[in-house]
């Protein structure tokens, strides 16, 4: 006997592109979708799932209903949307629809069902549920009530029995656009990350998305830093099969050495987040050249900040930046070993020469630069300094402080520090006198103690006057 394969006799449903679904709801149905959206979101919120209601949409066939169902996936990730159990038709849905688990989550038959039993908690087979018009009984059924489990959409009216939701925000208005913006987003941006229902964190994905994924180029370096800091928290949620969208939309726009730079200049505390995030997540995308190319992009660009803003005291509050930047030591021994023309720094503002030999000092102490001489940085701020006379022994007690770095300051530790000051200007001595007497009073607290101190100051004296001689 000849039989037909069962596979034969299935008729398959009609498949909805984007651009019937963006017609279906163009057509006065936008609110009614972004109620429904966020309704889910708030659904999935909840942690205890027990408090958690379904949706059900109500039309006049099942092709509206299925319309219905395709919108509100399109809001969301592929993997978002994979998640949310739907069904179109469900006889008797609202018990149908329940079902229970254990205290280990096991599902309990349903012939067990015991809702009055504390140790089986309730759940919903589908969140979404469709019934048609034309089906009396449920659609009677589906009359909502103060204690109902269920919200109704009503598709005919295109309306949702359910206020008290929020659709403010940004990303209700993206997905009624059906736009490439919007597929963009939902089925490329928000599948690369490992999301598996609705969730508030599409709403700080959106914010990153309208920032950052832009093909008229990045705002500002603090917008961007701003934004690539929620994605630092959730990096570990990237699918790793899905890095080449994340390069794509992200990484590689951002890792652009000119973009890079541009930051630098404007924005260098922002930029330094902006660095530090590219060398984070270089290992993900197996970019093994960025931290040694970002280390060189940002040594050039603080360095050119000390030699064109040195006159700048807000140079000190970029220091403190690239001092907590991972970048620290590197951009530290780079200036501290970029050329120091004496000749050159004496025909700036005094202002300005003062900066730049903090920055050098501070920038050759950070680095731990043992082999470096100081002499030359310390010596130019003394005579600096002494040009003030007393009102200048403030700053210089402050940069021989941190030259010691802690350590108790004696005359003998300080001199070899200050002696090329001395012997250039006898001004420079007296000045000097005062500034170690500050650091150690036993220098006056007997004659022999004076006698010392003399003698130990003379002989930098006595190499200046033979100096003298000689050229005489």
């Given at each position: 006997?000849?039989?037909?394969?069962?596979?034969?006799?299935?008729?398959?449903?009609?498949?909805?592109?984007?651009?019937?679904?963006?017609?279906?709801?163009?057509?006065?149905?936008?609110?009614?979708l972004k109620k429904a959206v966020s309704f889910l979101i708030a659904q999935y919120k909840l942690?205890?799932?027990?408090?958690?209601?379904?949706?059900?949409?109500?039309?006049?066939?099942?092709?509206?209903?299925?319309?219905?169902?395709?919108?509100?996936?399109?809001?969301?990730?592929?993997?978002?949307?994979?998640?949310?159990?739907?069904?179109?038709?469900?006889?008797?849905?609202?018990?149908?629809?329940?079902?229970?688990?254990?205290?280990?989550?096991?599902?309990?038959?349903?012939?067990?069902?015991?809702?009055?039993?504390?140790?089986?908690?309730?759940?919903?087979?589908?969140?979404?549920?469709?019934?048609?018009?034309?089906?009396?009984?449920?659609?009677?059924?589906a009359r909502p009530l103060a204690n109902s489990p269920f919200v109704l959409l009503d598709g005919?009216?295109?309306?949702?029995?359910?206020?008290?939701?929020?659709?403010?925000?940004?990303?209700?208005?993206?997905?009624?656009?059906?736009?490439?913006?919007?597929?963009?987003?939902?089925?490329?941006?928000?599948?690369?990350?490992?999301?598996?229902?609705?969730?508030?964190?599409?709403?700080?994905?959106?914010?990153?998305?309208?920032?950052?994924?832009?093909?008229?180029?990045?705002?500002?370096?603090?917008?961007?830093?701003?934004?690539?800091?929620?994605?630092?928290?959730?990096?570990?949620?990237?699918?790793?099969?899905?890095?080449?969208?994340?390069?794509?939309?992200?990484?590689?726009?951002?890792?652009?050495?000119?973009?890079?730079?541009?930051?630098?200049?404007?924005?260098?505390?922002?930029?330094?987040?902006?660095?530090?995030?590219?060398?984070?997540?270089?290992?993900?995308?197996?970019?093994?050249?960025?931290?040694?190319?970002?280390?060189?992009?940002?040594?050039?660009?603080?360095?050119?900040?000390?030699?064109?803003?040195?006159?700048?005291?807000?140079?000190?509050?970029?220091?403190?930046?690239?001092?907590?930047?991972?970048?620290?030591?590197?951009?530290?021994?780079?200036?501290?070993?970029?050329?120091?023309?004496?000749?050159?720094?004496?025909?700036?503002?005094?202002?300005?020469?003062?900066?730049?030999?903090?920055?050098?000092?501070?920038?050759?102490?950070?680095?731990?630069?043992?082999?470096?001489?100081?002499?030359?940085?310390?010596?130019?701020?003394?005579?600096?300094?002494?040009?003030?006379?007393?009102?200048?022994?403030?700053?210089?007690?402050?940069?021989?402080?941190?030259?010691?770095?802690?350590?108790?300051?004696?005359?003998?530790?300080?001199?070899?520090?200050?002696?090329?000051?001395?012997?250039?200007?006898?001004?420079?001595?007296?000045?000097?006198?005062?500034?170690?007497?500050?650091?150690?009073?036993?220098?006056?607290?007997?004659?022999?103690?004076?006698?010392?101190?003399?003698?130990?100051?003379?002989?930098?004296?006595?190499?200046?006057?033979?100096?003298?001689?000689?050229?005489?």
């Amino acid at each position: 006997m000849k039989t037909s394969h069962p596979m034969r006799n299935i008729v398959l449903g009609d498949k909805f592109d984007i651009r019937v679904v963006s017609q279906f709801i163009s057509d006065g149905r936008k609110e009614t979708l972004k109620k429904a959206v966020s309704f889910l979101i708030a659904q999935y919120k909840l942690q205890n799932e027990e408090e958690r209601k379904f949706l059900v949409i109500r039309d006049k066939s099942s092709k509206e209903i299925e319309l219905w169902i395709a919108a509100i996936e399109y809001a969301f990730s592929p993997r978002i949307a994979a998640s949310i159990p739907f069904a179109t038709r469900l006889d008797r849905f609202a018990t149908s629809n329940r079902y229970t688990v254990n205290q280990l989550g096991m599902y309990i038959n349903r012939t067990q069902i015991n809702l009055q039993d504390r140790k089986q908690k309730k759940r919903w087979q589908a969140m979404i549920v469709g019934i048609d018009k034309r089906d009396e009984a449920n659609s009677a059924a589906a009359r909502p009530l103060a204690n109902s489990p269920f919200v109704l959409l009503d598709g005919i009216e295109k309306c949702i029995m359910h206020d008290n939701v929020d659709i403010s925000h940004g990303y209700y208005e993206l997905i009624t656009s059906f736009d490439d913006s919007h597929a963009v987003f939902c089925r490329e941006f928000l599948q690369m990350l490992n999301i598996n229902n609705p969730c508030e964190d599409i709403y700080r994905l959106y914010e990153v998305y309208t920032v950052l994924v832009k093909p008229d180029g990045f705002p500002l370096a603090k917008s961007v830093a701003e934004k690539l800091s929620i994605m630092r928290d959730i990096k570990d949620n990237l699918v790793r099969s899905n890095l080449h969208v994340f390069k794509k939309f992200l990484y590689s726009p951002i890792r652009k050495e000119a973009e890079l730079r541009r930051f630098l200049q404007v924005d260098l505390h922002s930029a330094l987040e902006i660095i530090e995030w590219v060398k984070e997540t270089s290992p993900l995308v197996g970019d093994n050249t960025a931290k040694r190319d970002l280390t060189d992009i940002v040594c050039k660009a603080f360095a050119d900040q000390v030699y064109e803003n040195f006159g700048d005291d807000a140079i000190f509050m970029l220091w403190d930046g690239i001092q907590k930047s991972v970048f620290g030591k590197e951009v530290a021994g780079h200036v501290a070993s970029l050329p120091f023309s004496d000749g050159k720094i004496k025909k700036m503002k005094r202002s300005a020469q003062i900066n730049l030999v903090f920055i050098h000092l501070e920038c050759a102490l950070f680095a731990d630069k043992k082999d470096m001489n100081l002499n030359k940085f310390v010596n130019l701020g003394i005579e600096l300094y002494a040009q003030d006379n007393d009102g200048g022994l403030d700053e210089a007690e402050k940069m021989l402080g941190k030259l010691l770095k802690g350590q108790k300051p004696t005359v003998k530790k300080i001199l070899p520090f200050v002696a090329t000051a001395i012997e250039t200007d006898k001004k420079n001595a007296k000045f000097i006198t005062k500034l170690l007497i500050r650091f150690d009073n036993s220098i006056i607290a007997s004659t022999e103690s004076m006698w010392e101190f003399l003698g130990l100051l003379n002989r930098p004296l006595a190499k200046r006057a033979k100096t003298n001689e000689n050229g005489a």
